[in-house]
């Protein structure tokens, strides 16, 4: 049959199709396990081969189009599977994927109240409990499509602050700006220094120390040569959790300097603000409220689907002086109820699909002690993972774990003790990708690696699925080192 | 039970539960219908009073969990409604659902190939049958999370072409440049002029004539006295499809006068670019591929479920060259596939939830032709719509409708042929809030009211759902006059 063209869905036509999609989700997804493959290896041009991506004239059969989700599903990566620990995402929640279900089934916008009033009030809901959870001067927030936007909204915001025509004028008529942030900061800041019209080159690196943390010295240096170069020092992005090696930058001798010289301290702690539910290591993130500015990424760390990133700021009604524009197609003076309630305009974007309720929902499911208990097994399983690579002789901490990520290297038995020798580097650059290489060919595990500064490259062991064991752990680098027995025998 | 805090689904805990939650949903959302409100209207106050926000220390059990969902359900707005004509989306697409759910499951992040190889490849060819329908020379482009954003990234790509220099250096190096956009343009011209460092007050707004199109000969004027300031044109943002009265600027003619100055043409076809699958009506989009960059929303006409936003360019390899930093830990070069197939530097996000799916799987659903046949539909209903309006004493058309939009005022009994009196445009001002107030008590009909220009608040039909006939349109004016009577008697 072929599939009507009308957008109402009809409960005799369309009710068994979407049944038969939810069962094959829950026969071939949502329900992953270990036993499962993390992935049928394809490359790109084998897959463009054996899926049909073409797009016709006319509809296709609900039989073919279940055939053809079936496909989809099988040549995709399953992200929710306990061995996808390649990304700072993974795991699949199944109250975030209900949460996920619903929002989509109500296909809101979350611009006025009107149109997205539960949403609406949740949203400022979540943000003033995530808020009090930072800090009682922390109150006001918004969410973004993904940390690296909300990093660049902060960067918006430190600008606006410090000249707030820039908003009407633009940039032409300022000063040359900088922005200082760790040298292992996430690469958003450059993207949307350039998109911001500050230039990339206006990011000045902060060198960090042997396990990646922001050496506070060098932030007030920075700012000085900054100041001789008669250039304006805007901001300061700190990281609790880089991306890479999870390291947590020192927030408060940053914040004293930065009240020092008034500059904007934003903090990227989309990996590491979930910590904010733990109280065994809430501690890590100590500092974070003398910030002016926070993204937290529920979808790390909380494994929330994604995406769930929030933007976190303090000044009182910032984000509406920055933003509105107080378009009056949307946002009507003369409405019949308070429009104040209207967040839509404190937004950069218009249309905004609603990514708190599988947050909330989650929330409720688990309470913040789930999630507390959540973030514990996962510290835990880290220590774990570390011991074991400090045990083995064929693997190598490259630094010491200050957080989830274990950033390890395998050694091939040729490299063993050999540090002396003159190419070591060179070799060990190979070694991960081919490894890598094997484990995704298999579908077995999914595992990232990648260099650092002169470091060579090494793998990542990062895991936001509590479903995880020691067990697990054990397996993953015996895996490797049996894959690299074979490789480099 | 309370909720586990393992973010595995283990199908013995969370199959039923989900099954509950996908019966719920069938049951109170999917399959509305007309006998159904769109909305159970709470005010803000009342609503924080009547759903329990609050977030617990401790997890809910999954009756409960059903219970708050169900209440979400209950106290949200059924966009997928057919009475929801509030917006430029509605609609609920089975089909467009389904995809969204699938897309859920499988929680990718569309950055690398290895991550998502199916939505990857599916994203390309996407983008290259849309450009294809757009012209010749078009072959290259990105999703968006939503036309704002698309707009603004245009910004920069007309801004780095013209100062490649912009990415590195910034523009407080650079000469004061100049936005040129129509009266009636989106509001994320604006928002994202100030966001890039350019400046609102730096977006010129062009006249339009009394339908809402750009006057072409404006255009070379504003050029001119930008010029005569000493300021750079960087580029003209047509729009193919204005939110309010889906105006169609002349894109032939601002095409030759950029071309002539050298400027970028960026179209806005976030609302009317789903144009391109009618035969019938495919001629409003002519000239289109004379632009540099177009924003065409498949979540608007073509009621994809949100968000789905496409920018397409033609300059070769702009997205990256203007976009990428190369991140070592995502991109890296040594790879075991082709790494061209990485898209991920190409954009300004970092992780970035898959919305190419559902569009694709409607396409498949429906073929191009139910596409077609779906835009006639709604343009025939407009038609109809209009004629209606011209035909009854009690409503008048705002200008003569060039697309879906059909933009009319109710007017009183007293106001009626009384256009001579002195208040009479503070008078009808207040008319369309009144009566909007009384529908959206009803929760029969949500219809969105704005002010334009010097014009009074007026209506705004506009549907994206392909089901409305003409009993409902009937019905939707004869609702509107039978509340209009009551009001104002």
New interface residues.
Partial sequence: MM?????????D???D???K??DL??KN???TTRRDKV?LW????E??GE?D????????SQD??LQ??KN??K??????H?YFI????S????????G???T??????VYT??????????EQ??IK?VCKMVGPQWSDGIFC?????GN?TAM?LA?FHKFPQ????????????VVLASEEC???T?????????????VWPLKTDDVGQIVPEKVEEAIQAVLLEGAVPLMVVATLGT??RGAFDPIHAIATICKKYEIWLHVDAAWGGGLLFSQKHRAKLNGIEAANSIVI?P?KLL?V???CSMLLVTHPDILHR??S?G????F?K?????AS?DLGDRY??????CDV?KF??M?????????A??ID?LMDLAEYFEQQVNARPDFVLVSKRQYVNVCFWYLPRYLRGKLNISDYNAQL??VA??I??VM??HGSV?L?????KTLP?FF?FVS????LTKKDADFILDHIAEIGDALFP
Avoid at 166 to 177: D, F, H, S
Avoid at 327 to 330: D, F, T
Avoid at 334 to 338: G, M, R, S, T
């Fill in positions: 599939a009507d063209f009308c957008p109402v869905p009809n409960p036509v369309h009710r199709f979407l049944q999609v939810v989700l829950f997804v949502v329900f992935l394809k490359t790109p041009e897959l463009q899926f991506f073409t797009l016709p004239q006319a509809g296709d073919k189009l053809i989700m989809t599903v040549f995709s990566v399953k992200t929710g306990p390649n990304q700072l995402f795991g699949l929640d199944p109250y975030g994927l209900a996920q279900w619903l989509d089934a109500l296909n809101a916008s109240y009107e149109v997205a009033p539960v949403f609406t009030l949740m809901h979540v409990e499509p993904g940390g690296s936007f660049g918006n600008r820039a908003k009407l004028k633009g940039c032409n008529i300022l000063p040359r700006m996430h690469y958003s450059y993207k949307f220094a350039a998109f911001l019209g500050m230039g990339e080159d206006n991306t890479v990424n979808h494994a689907p994604q995406q920055c933003h524009r378009a009056e197609y949307l009507q003369d409405k019949y109820y308070d309630y950069l974007q218009c249309g905004r699909k309720f909330w929902i929330w409720r499911a688990k309470g913040s002690c789930g999630f208990k959540h097994t650059q190979k990708p081919q890598k290489a995704v060919k999914m990232n690696y990648q260099p650092l490259n990542r936001q699925n509590s479903a």
